[in-house]
Antibody, heavy 122, light 109 residues
Framework: EVQLVQSGAEVKKPGESLKISCKGS????????IGWVRQMPGKGLEWMGI????????RYSPSFEGQVTMSADKSITTAYLQWNSLKVSDSAVYYC???????????????WGQGTLVTVTS | EIVLTQSPATLSVSPGERATLSCRAS??????LAWYQQKPGQAPRLLIS???TRATGIPARVSGSGSETEFTLTISGLQSEDFAVYYC???????????FGQGTKVEIK
């Protein structure tokens, strides 16, 4: 069974750094792109970018380029999303997602993590 | 950036009836369009990929159609578990520049 298990909720202050994680299991982690999706309180879904675990190669949405860093460690089947300096506006639920195909680049997200709630407050 | 516009924002439907949701793309996405269902407090779930292919475990009363810029998600014989928010998602470009629609809430009439 494919599973993506994310790290727990975080409460941070503006300006602090943060790294959240997403551990994959039940499939060949290295060969499936892992993406990140933001959902701000009461709002819709926003695609942030994706990373290829085999070589930790990230691709970012223009809206998030320079704001976050995506990486992956295939040896422990874990992907990461990190911020160097959080803002109040970063408060949201963040989902990691897996591409449904490791052979077709154009494919949707068939598995979702449970979500990590990030709250940034002074 | 390709913009996906979903309509209506909210759809009020009685149990047992049919719900028809629309997703319009600002430019062609071919058939690289998926639909997801999200219930309160839960992660979204993939329903449809490639515009019309049901994901594993999705019942036949859920169907998708369309291509290029116009897409439809139809849910027949609405059941209590179908009342949720539905999002479309396009994944047509490489390097990737994906987008989601703003969502349609299906509520009990």
């Amino acid at each position: 069974e494919v599973q993506l298990v994310q790290s727990g909720a975080e409460v941070k202050k503006p300006g602090e750094s943060l790294k959240i994680s997403c551990k994959g299991s039940g499939y060949d982690f290295a060969t499936y792109w892992i993406g990140w999706v933001r959902q701000m309180p009461g709002k819709g879904l926003e695609w942030m970018g994706i990373v290829y675990p085999a070589d930790s190669d990230p691709r970012y949405s223009p809206s998030f380029e320079g704001q976050v860093t995506m990486s992956a460690d295939k040896s422990i089947t874990t992907a990461y999303l990190q911020w160097n300096s959080l803002k109040v506006s970063d408060s949201a639920v963040y989902y990691c997602v897996r591409r449904s195909s490791n052979t077709f680049l154009l494919s949707p997200f068939d598995s979702w993590g449970q979500g990590t709630l990030v709250t940034v407050t002074s | 950036e390709i913009v996906l516009t979903q309509s209506p924002a909210t759809l009020s439907v009685s149990p047992g009836e049919r719900a028809t949701l629309s997703c319009r793309a600002s430019e062609s996405v071919s058939r690289n369009l998926a639909w997801y269902q999200q219930k309160p407090g839960q992660a979204p779930r993939l329903l449809i990929s490639g515009a019309s292919t049901r994901a594993t475990g999705i019942p036949a009363r859920v169907s998708g159609s369309g291509s290029e810029t116009e897409f439809t998600l139809t849910i027949s014989g609405l059941q209590s578990e179908d009342f949720a928010v539905y999002y479309c998602h396009q994944y047509t470009n490489w390097p990737p520049s994906e987008t989601f629609g703003q969502g349609t809430k299906v509520e009990i009439k």
